[in-house]
């Protein structure tokens, strides 16, 4: 079977309910973010201008150890899909372990169970599972990534600027994100340079303005590393929330996976969801109305706002701007 496959997207451009898609799989073994715990501090998060000059090294044994975690916050998923790599009673044994280190970590968060105790896979003698991974915390790595291991498939997801600025601006007045801030490691990026952008400007723009920009500067810049890249799917997230059934078996058959009755079965619950969920971070939620959901969130001189800074840009052409 194929695999690797890494997934890479800024945070709130749906890599969450990508990687619930292909966890669905029961061929696959998903982690969910195992860079949030596995940190590696000789690959800079920008990796631009002056690189370490065994850079393909480092990430080649930065993927490795990602690969290789299976702390509780890299295996747990709100859903616990059965596999074949594993049998009935595993599953529920795995299941049942995941629950307990979870009780314990809820009582106990401060001893750091979830980053120190591992998950075991379970998985039957000589049967490899297809590894997905999926990262939010590294989508400037992703071109250093790429390139250094041709072997392994990536995703790179795209959404649209309004769903995240305004996805972005409400985890900010929830509490659930950080303000919006251009931080000096993208401005210096060249899409910000060719903008004539320095500190002093990013300060005194709105918070509108910065997470736009900020979309724009990341996306621009990783967009053009790997247009050329033959292991990188672009995937534009508003066209696979819109069409799921079409847009998947494109994407599916990329990666070199089937999509069984499971499969079927999941796309088939998202679909049949109502409305867009009432937790910030829930998959509970009909895929096409939250892509959609800016619209209504976003007041129209906010999507002026946000349309001309990403105007004539080469990813901001992929939605029409």
């Known amino acids: ?76 998923t709100p859903t616990l899909f059965p596999k074949t790599y594993r049998s009935g009673i595993a599953d529920q044994a795995r299941a049942a372990i995941v629950r307990v ?19 075991p896979d379970f998985t039957a003698e000589g049967d490899a599972p297809f590894l997905v991974m999926k ?13 250094a291991l041709p072997g392994v498939k990536f995703i790179y997801i ?30 210096a990026l060249p899409p910000a340079r060719a903008a004539g952008l320095d500190k002093a400007r990013a300060d005194a723009m709105t918070d509108i303005e910065k997470l736009a920009w900020d979309w724009l ?35 599916f058959d990329w990666v070199g996976l089937d999509r069984p009755a499971q499969v079927q079965a999941y796309f088939d619950r998202l679909r049949g969801i109502d409305g867009t969920g009432d937790r910030y971070f829930s998959l509970n939620q009909n895929p096409a109305k939250s892509a959609s959901k800016w619209r209504q969130e976003l007041n129209a001189e906010a999507q002026e706002t946000v349309g001309s800074i990403v105007a004539g840009s080469a990813v901001g052409k992929l939605f029409g701007y």
């Open 1 to 76: 079977m194929a695999g690797p496959l890494m997934i890479f997207g800024s945070p709130r451009s749906g890599t969450t309910w990508v990687g619930s898609l292909f966890d669905s799989h029961p061929r696959t073994l998903y982690l969910h973010e195992p860079d949030v715990i596995e940190k590696e501090p000789r690959l800079p998060f920008v990796p631009y201008g002056e690189l370490p000059t065994d850079i393909d090294r480092i990430t080649r044994d930065y993927f490795e150890r990602l690969a290789h975690n299976r702390s509780l916050r890299s295996v747990h």
């Open 101 to 119: 280190m979870r009780a314990v970590d809820a009582v106990l968060p401060a001893v750091g169970r979830s980053r120190s105790l591992q998950v």
């Open 135 to 147: 990262s939010v915390d590294s989508i400037p790595r992703l071109p250093v990534f790429a390139r």
């Open 158 to 187: 795209v959404r649209h600027p309004c769903g995240v600025v305004s996805s972005k601006r409400r985890g900010a007045e929830l509490g659930k994100m950080g303000s919006a801030t251009l931080y000096s490691d993208v401005l």
């Open 217 to 251: 500067i990341t996306n621009e810049w990783v967009y053009s590393e790997v247009a050329a890249l033959p292991n990188v799917y672009t995937l534009v997230y508003d066209r696979l929330a819109a069409d799921l059934d079409t847009e998947s078996v494109l994407l």
